[in-house]
């Protein structure tokens, strides 16, 4: 199947000289407001259209943003709303649709959730956590010339001043990212659908974080100083050796970390957030947002088996 836009009432996906423009209407939170392009949505997982070795590149700008300066905040690290400003999700690049949340969209076919693949440039706004990485502690000695990491689980020294907890991966901002994940089939992981309530205990849901995701799902992230408020010319390689992520011509991240495929295309802005934090804190939901978009130009999709 070709590309085809989906949307919910009041959003729009508009055809403009050589791309598209996808808009979601201001609203309050409490109702989901997107506007995407696809190539799988009435597929099964398995006929996922893209495989490595496989390369997107087109130009994108996002519409209603501000650009937010400076470094990331401390912690959690992440930009008020990411760069660009705009509250919710948005980005381009190929996935699993590891939690198929159709939530009704016309042709949308239904599937069972699954761990993710993906790779993708991909802003969350700072309600968003899309991390699985561990944490790790800052250890800053009494001298204050030197720090260190370490896991946290690691013995600490009797130098240690104060601990700053930190995750080594972003989880949210705007980022070239990737996941890869067993491809365990969803029947299997039925069990764990059925355990989901149980995310809520928080101490459950930390050991469950940093025992069975951290270690399943293998993931790389990079943070990007970039205004998308601006054009940019955006390009991903995935191959089976990993993926090659470049804007305006540079490479800003390579990694040996690759999806498994079968992927979906998927070009999207919405006002979702969801965050599952290293302390186990599980939030999701939908956000507050003033009319916003995205416009792509020169989108190509090209195999090269």
Known sequence: MGIQPRFTPGASVTQIENGWRLEIPAGAAGFYRLAQLDDYASLPR?????????????????IGAAPTPGPPAPEWGSPKNGRGGLPGTWGFGFWNDPFSVSLGLQGAAQRLP??????WFFHASEENYLSFAPETKVHRTKSGESARLTAINQTSDSTQL???RRTSLPGNGFLAQVFSSP??????????????????????????RANLAAKLIREEGKRLEVDPAQWHEYRLRWSPQGVEFAVNGENVLETEVSPQGPLGLVIWIDNQFMAWRPDGSLRMGTLANPGMGMEIRGLEVRSDE
């Open 183 to 208: 491809r365990i089939p969803s029947g299997l992981l039925a069990p764990g659908i059925l355990a989901a309530p149980l995310l809520s205990i928080r101490p459950f849901s930390k050991w469950l």
């Open 114 to 119: 699954v761990l993710p693949n993906a790779c």
């Open 162 to 164: 104060n601990q700053v």
């Open 46 to 62: 398995s006929r996922f259209p893209h495989q490595p070795t496989t390369t997107l590149s087109l130009s994108c700008r996002v």
